[in-house]
């Protein structure tokens, strides 16, 4: 596609419910990272994928949250039972180019994940 | 560790206006690059520039122009007569080559442009 795509555009979980948000990336990207972007801050960052390797997954919170993009295209993070401190939005950004070579990052529009 | 730091949580401006952002980076790499992103109230972060710690060379592209100061550690960003379309909420982020690629980002300013 044109840009990068996400969804759905809004979750609202019950706390304890898993959720699945999806990304899919402008077609050939190489990269694809996940950030998560609380309310009135910045973008976190969560974990990187270059193709279908998961190359770091420093930033992710806790052993709930998953993230996989098994034929290096497309990519799911997953939330196991959701608590309030995961209401935020996550944002997918992809790149053509691989790790050690930077240049833009192509932002989707997020995710807002609200757990109540 | 990498850091930045924009100290402006919000700004409110007439239009027509100039604006600066102030952005302040720490970094113990030597080859690091600096961005600024803007998200209006859709959410989506819009690239506006990239820099390389290479190149001090200030920019401008239209009404937009950025101040790179290696010396302080500074990559502000300004806006000449600021415009209502201008306002959203502005990152700066910080990336190195050994650090996976990833982005550092600001806390983010918050530009208000009344007309």
């Known amino acids: 596609g044109a840009g990068v795509s996400q969804s759905p555009r809004y979750k609202v979980a019950k706390r304890g419910q898993d959720v699945a948000l999806r990304c899919d990336p402008i077609?050939?990207?190489?990269?694809l990272f996940w950030y998560q972007q609380a309310l009135g801050q910045g973008p976190e960052f969560l974990t990187y994928f270059q193709n279908e390797a998961q190359l770091d997954k420093s930033g992710l919170p806790s052993d709930r949250f998953f993230a996989e993009r098994p034929e290096g295209s497309v990519s799911t993070l997953k939330i196991q039972r959701t608590q309030q401190e995961d209401s935020a939005v996550y944002l997918c950004a992809s790149s053509s180019h691989g790790q050690g070579r930077i240049y833009g990052y192509t932002f989707g529009s997020g995710t807002r994940l609200t757990v109540v | 560790a990498q850091k930045v730091t924009q100290a402006q949580t919000e700004i409110s401006v007439v239009e027509k206006e100039d604006v600066t952002l102030d952005c302040v980076y720490e970094t113990r790499d030597t080859t690091y690059y600096l961005f600024w992103y803007k998200q209006p109230p859709s959410g989506e972060l819009v690239f506006l520039i990239r820099r390389n710690s290479f190149d001090e060379q200030n920019e401008i592209s239209g009404r937009y122009s950025w101040n790179f100061q290696k010396s302080t550690s500074s990559f502000n960003f300004t806006i000449t007569a600021s415009q209502v379309v201008d306002s959203a909420v502005y990152f700066c982020?910080?990336?190195?080559?050994?650090?996976?690629?990833?982005?550092?980002f600001g806390t983010g300013t918050q530009l208000k442009v009344e007309l």
């Open positions: 982020a910080l990336a190195f080559t050994g650090g996976g690629n990833k982005l550092t």
């Open positions: 077609s050939g990207h190489v990269s």
